[in-house]
């Protein structure tokens, strides 16, 4: 079961479905998608005028193990990675999974979308890079390599408007990579593994770990 709160009025509501333990949310307009153990993807409608009211619109099937990771792109496109080891594409139209990705050798722990560019983490130790070619497909334009596996990702700019890209891996650290170039721009480092990565603003950025530990982190002008 999920619960949902309105952070204005405190209104709640309980949103039954998932079969299991649900390892990813997304949202983008008016939909919620929820991504379960069981290799279900679960999206609702919502509604906000008065009370928040959610209405299951569809359960999107094909994943054959557990959903670990999803994002939401442009021209109406969901992206979802799982334990299959697969990256799935969806169109929240029409609820129709028009792609399939394989390229990973290991759990698809994140994904995140960039400009036109999409990125996927794994416990294999690589980070690609997808980009769409002339009929519409994706393929793998940059495979980066690390020592241990990808746990996270995200992006942010630093103070300079560069583009960073936030990498954690499970040996308790977080990589700081310049975008497009993968430029090493320092680490940071945990009592356990970062589990999950969120950008904030003003500059400031999120890491929650296996402690219990959420720390907040904030760029500093040169």
């Given at each position: 079961?999920?619960?949902?709160?309105?952070?204005?009025?405190?209104?709640?509501?309980?949103?039954?479905?998932?079969?299991?333990?649900?390892?990813?949310?997304e949202s983008v307009?008016?939909?919620?998608?929820?991504?379960?153990?069981?290799?279900?993807?679960?999206?609702?409608?919502?509604?906000?005028?008065?009370?928040?009211?959610?209405?299951?619109?569809?359960?999107?099937?094909?994943?054959?193990?557990?959903?670990?990771?999803?994002?939401?792109?442009?021209?109406?496109?969901?992206?979802?990675?799982?334990?299959?080891?697969?990256?799935?594409?969806?169109?929240?139209?029409?609820?129709?999974?028009?792609?399939?990705?394989?390229?990973?050798?290991?759990?698809?722990?994140?994904?995140?979308?960039?400009?036109?560019?999409?990125?996927?983490?794994?416990?294999?130790?690589?980070?690609?890079?997808?980009?769409?070619?002339?009929?519409?497909?994706?393929?793998?334009?940059?495979?980066?390599?690390?020592?241990?596996?990808?746990?996270?990702?995200?992006?942010?700019?630093?103070?300079?408007?560069?583009?960073?890209?936030?990498?954690?891996?499970?040996?308790?650290?977080?990589?700081?990579?310049e975008l497009p170039?993968?430029?090493?721009?320092?680490?940071?480092?945990?009592?356990?593994?970062?589990?999950?990565?969120?950008?904030?603003?003003?500059?400031?950025?999120?890491?929650?770990?296996?402690?219990?530990?959420?720390?907040?982190?904030?760029?500093?002008?040169?």
């Open positions: 079961m999920l619960q949902v709160w309105n952070t204005e009025s405190g209104a709640e509501c309980s949103l039954n479905g998932p079969v299991g333990q649900v390892n990813a949310l307009y008016n939909l919620l998608f929820a991504g379960v153990e069981d290799g279900v993807i679960l999206a609702w409608k919502g509604t906000y005028e008065t009370n928040i009211t959610f209405q299951l619109a569809a359960t999107l099937k094909g994943h054959t193990h557990g959903i670990i990771s999803l994002v939401a792109g442009v021209v109406n496109r969901l992206y979802s990675g799982s334990k299959d080891h697969t990256i799935r594409v969806w169109d929240h139209e029409n609820w129709q999974c028009i792609m399939t990705l394989n390229g990973h050798d290991d759990v698809v722990k994140s994904l995140m979308c960039w400009d036109k560019y999409l990125f996927s983490g794994s416990l294999d130790c690589t980070i690609k890079v997808w980009a769409s070619t002339e009929d519409g497909s994706l393929e793998v334009i940059y495979t980066h390599s690390e020592e241990h596996g990808i746990l996270a990702l995200s992006g942010m700019t630093d103070p300079d408007v560069k583009p960073i890209l936030y990498c954690s891996c499970s040996d308790k650290s977080i990589h700081l990579y170039t993968f430029t090493d721009r320092g680490r940071l480092f945990a009592k356990q593994e970062i589990q999950t990565l969120q950008i904030g603003p003003g500059g400031l950025f999120f890491t929650g770990d296996q402690t219990g530990l959420l720390t907040v982190y904030t760029w500093l002008a040169d």
